[in-house]
């Protein structure tokens, strides 16, 4: 349980006297972007502890017409699924959104969904960016 240490967070004690554990929880980053700047979100992205991503490339479905009238000539979309902590959450977000209004063409969308459960303490270890821990688990 040492190595979850930095992940462990106590609330106030109960009425008979224990306090409650709980683990910081893990969310699912959904990012959706130009395809031609998913590699740069990527590596923006992956400065707030992400360990693990992954990218699916789609296009938009808006009639042309419709597109055209809004501005939008490139459909190509780049959707990145990130791994993050709770803790990490809110700055991520933050910082996306600077990034979505300050870069040329850099337009996107971001938001989170809770992960509701994980099977195994390395998988945890992995997804959390808790190297330390998932070296020893595999000593």
Known sequence: MADFKKYIRRSTPTKDGHSKVSMNKLKVLITVVSRSKADFYMDHIQSFGVNMQMVVYGQGTAPQEIATAMGLTDSDRAVIFSMIGEENLKAALDSLEEKFNTIVGGKGIAYSI???????KSIFNFLSDNRDAVRRNEQ
């Open 114 to 120: 809770p992960m509701a459960s994980i099977i195994g």
